[in-house]
């Protein structure tokens, strides 16, 4: 592996964590959800309980979940 | 799928091989591994010990001149690498019991959203980020009167004894009841007196710990224009991120974090420029009581107000700020590597006069710093969102025990900065107003009439100081903010820029405070408007329904108006606010803890696990030996400095015999607000110690009963087989290597193997 290399796999390593961290990567993880709980139904994927939210209605609907359940923070 | 009813204790058949990959590793195989030393394991933990134990010696036993703080982090570190290694291993061996064979609430209640497995490294950080606030940087700050020795000790043994613990067992147990918040176990374990004591203790310490977290940052901006001004543009910078998250751009978190953290930092830097200005000076240079009335309207706003617009945009600004500055700090103060000049024991320690905060080291040392060594509000944290998005069982150690050491690291390094900067100065930036009269005479004469050895303040020392931070004045800037702030300005500036940097570091530090205290004074109203909606519900039916607006509003004004008072007290106080408050604070955190822990213990009695219930009595006895001595001598001591109801007493014959001033109340209305704030203060201590007591009690009784019946009995969710692997800790280990490798090696679409709802 060149240094160049290792820099950028350095950096992907750091972008995916703090993407991580801030929870950037949350609608990703709810598409793969989605995606992975209609597979067990065989006849298409649009079939699951909800249909798949897009980015925007996800992050809104984020938010209001927060607004309903909201966490405390510490000291 | 998913939870089945808890009627039928028998346990399912887990198997470690469900399919055709392993989702466990072979117990004995692991066991093996620990068990097996190797040369190279030796050196090492061998190395550790002695680093550590030299760093020890240095700290107590060496006497110097000085002491270089590399100690204080070494003694630190190595003592937390063995903690973590041997004891939070002996605690999962013989308490937690963790089978990975078994899904976590991440895996059997998924639903892409709130139960969401994260990798174990993400979680770490997002547990710490949750944990570490302001409580962890003031306390020790505060605590540096009693000399380096004994907060250092406290911070460091009672992290890896007590505090960790704490955090460590509950987050397991939320996490093995699907979840469940500490209230709602406090109620399964200790049943309806002991739950609703939990209940109630737990809003009432939330007030008290938003109302003094809001007095630090109050008595951080009051008289300060760039102060002010920085903080204040935080308010629009989040808004404008909020917005952009919503109509622009959804869902990318990074990039605007990174355009808020520009914005920040051209804010701070406006805010000396501002500070230059007529108008900065006229408009922005507010007292005490203008701020306090700010951040209660502030409070009731950002708390109706929609997450998305102020909460979660700051949310990010405050993470973003308080990983990026505690590894800043780390790595500033093993380059510069300051020495400090502070006696290990101050004659404060068993005097019980020293002016920051009153008492001797016992108790009070122990409630001072309570976030760092032992924190109650973790187990709030730990039974919320991080249950929720474990993978793995065993990764609970890494995260929970794992994440309160590195709050305790933070504790250290602000115990550092504090104990750097001159020991005259920190006096004089501690000592109540009452006590110095806020002028830089005032304070010179006080300071060097404690008889201090080694301490020679002279005016030049504050005034320079003042000038370098960009503030008008240091003296009496109570609450741990200011002096930690000069602390890091003066660790930050010998690295990057020399003086001329120091007011910018100074204001970076206090900005770095304001942010995430008053992201937990929002969230903390918040929480405590859905809890009081849920208590007033059972009365009103009306108040269960959180979205019926005049409800929602309503009791988000209660809750302001509860911290508010306090706060407003706090400002006004003639006493000087933070020392006869700030053990309220420390004392309500740490009776949360021995709530916490005293839930622990039913739990671990139920499971009939007696040998080790050692391991959850230690620190609950050691919390409740603490927090009750010295709420009893905040309510019994008859040395008013020390008894709420003692300095009533004196201050009511005062004013009863005639007299226009009393002690450091120049006249009559200063002194019926001490009347006043001394009786509200004692009645909260008593609340806390009654309910405190009621909880310990009906612990003790659970424990006592389970005993009695040989009780082998849970109330964790029934298990379910986990269909997914990952390793447990931040490292992997060679066993956990082969696995992951053979995981990693899986045809594509064979990865995902989640079962739909």
């Known amino acids: 592996m060149t240094l160049w290399a290792g820099v950028r796999t350095g950096a992907r390593g750091v972008a995916w964590y703090l993407k991580g961290l801030l929870g950037e990567d949350a609608y990703e993880k709810y598409v793969a959800h989605h995606a992975a709980s209609c597979e067990t139904d065989a006849a298409g994927l649009d079939r699951a309980p909800h249909p798949l939210l897009t980015e925007r209605e996800f992050w809104r609907d984020q938010t209001d979940r927060q607004d309903k359940n909201p966490q405390g923070r510490c000291c | 799928m998913g939870v089945t009813s808890s009627t039928t204790k028998e346990p399912t058949a887990l198997k470690r091989i469900p399919h055709d990959l392993a989702v466990a590793l072979d117990p004995e195989e692991l066991d093996a591994h620990d068990r097996q030393w190797t040369p190279l394991k030796i050196l090492i933990w061998s190395v550790i010990s002695l680093l550590g134990g030299l760093s020890w010696v240095m700290l107590a036993v060496v006497r110097g001149e000085t002491v270089n703080a590399i100690w204080f982090v070494f003694a630190a570190i190595c003592t937390y690498l063995i903690g973590y290694r041997f004891y939070s291993k002996f605690i999962e061996k013989h308490i937690v019991r963790p089978d990975d064979r078994r899904a976590t609430p991440a895996e059997y209640k998924a639903d892409g959203k709130d139960f969401a497995s994260t990798d174990r490294r993400v979680l770490f950080g997002h547990h710490f980020a949750a944990i570490a606030g302001a409580g962890p940087l003031v306390g020790p700050v505060l605590a540096a009167q009693l000399g380096y020795l004994p907060g250092t000790i406290w911070i460091i043994v009672g992290v890896v004894l007590a505090g960790a613990v704490q955090d460590y067992l509950i987050l397991h147990f939320s996490m093995r009841r699907g979840g469940r918040s500490l209230g709602q176990m406090a109620r399964d374990e200790l049943g309806v007196i002991g739950g609703t004591a939990a209940l109630i203790a737990t809003l009432v310490i939330m007030v008290i710990i938003v109302a003094i977290l809001a007095l630090v940052v109050t008595n951080a901006l009051a008289e300060s224009p760039w102060g002010v001004f920085s903080v204040g543009m935080t308010i629009p910078i989040a808004l404008f991120m909020g917005c952009y998250l919503r109509f622009f751009r959804p869902g990318k978190i990074t990039e605007i974090s990174i355009i808020g953290f520009v914005l920040l930092i051209a804010a701070i830097v406006g805010g000396g420029m501002v500070n230059g200005t007529e108008w900065g000076q006229t408009y922005l240079l507010l007292d005490k009581v203008t701020i306090a009335w700010g951040i209660i309207i502030y409070g009731f706003i950002a708390a109706i107000l929609p997450v998305w617009l102020l ?167 109570t ?214 007591i009621i909880v310990i009690v009906t612990a003790i009784q659970a424990t006592v009963r389970a005993y009695r019946q040989r009780s082998n009995a849970t109330s964790e969710d029934d298990a379910v087989q986990s269909q997914t ?3 447990a800790g931040f490292i992997m280990t060679p066993p956990e290597k082969v696995l992951q490798a053979e995981w990693d090696a899986r045809p594509a679409e064979k990865k995902i193997k989640v079962k739909g709802h």
Request: hydrophobic share 55%; charged share 10%.
């Open chain 2, 311 to 477: 909460l979660a945009p700051r949310d990010y600004l405050s993470t973003f700020m308080k990983i990026g500055t505690i590894g800043m700090l780390a790595v500033a103060i093993v380059i510069i590597r300051p020495e400090i000049n502070v006696p290990a024991v101050s004659g404060f320690a068993t005097s019980g006069t020293g002016p920051v905060v009153a008492g001797t080291l016992f108790p009070f040392l122990f409630v001072t710093i309570a976030c760092g060594a032992l924190s109650g509000f973790h187990a709030l944290i730990a039974s919320g969102t991080t249950p929720k998005l474990i993978q793995k069982e065993r990764q609970t150690r890494f995260i929970g025990y794992g994440g309160m050491l590195m709050e305790s690291l933070v504790a250290i390094m602000a115990l550092v900065a504090a104990l750097s900067i001159d020991r005259g100065i920190y006096f004089a930036m501690n000592a109540s107003p009452a006590l110095t009269g806020g002028t830089v005479q005032g304070a010179v004469a006080f300071v060097n009439g404690l008889g201090l050895t080694g301490v020679n303040l002279t005016p030049n020392m504050l005034t320079d100081m003042a000038t370098n931070v960009g503030e008008e004045s240091i003296v009496s800037r």
């Open chain 2, 479 to 692: 609450g741990g903010a200011p002096t930690l702030a000069v602390g890091l300005s003066h660790i930050m500036q010998q690295l990057v820029g020399g003086t001329s940097m120091m007011s910018f570091w100074y204001h970076f530090a206090i900005m770095f405070e304001a942010l995430f205290i008053l992201t937990a004074v929002d969230a903390g109203t918040r929480v405590a408007r859905f809890m009081l909606q849920d208590s007033l519900g059972n009365f009103f039916p009306k108040f269960k329904n959180t979205s019926w607006r005049p409800g929602a509003w309503a009791a988000t004004a209660i809750m302001v108006a509860a911290w508010g008072a306090v706060l407003l007290m706090g400002v006004t106080d003639p006493l000087g606010g933070i020392n006869t408050l700030f053990p309220l604070f420390g004392i309500a955190n740490q009776l949360l803890a021995a709530i916490a822990l005293a839930v622990c213990m039913a739990i671990v009695a139920k499971r009939g696990l007696f040998k080790y219930l050692w391991v959850v009595a230690l620190p609950l006895g050691f919390a409740s030996v603490v927090t009750i001595s010295a709420s009893f001598l905040k309510i019994f001591s008859t040395t008013p400095g020390i008894g709420y109801f003692a300095q009533n007493r004196a201050f009511a014959n005062a004013l009863a015999a005639g007299e226009t001033s009393f002690g450091t109340a120049p006249n009559v209305l200063a002194m019926e607000a001490v009347v006043r704030n001394t009786m509200v203060q004692g009645v909260l201590s008593i609340i806390f110690v009654v309910l405190s």
């Open chain 2, 725 to 727: 692997y990952a390793p």
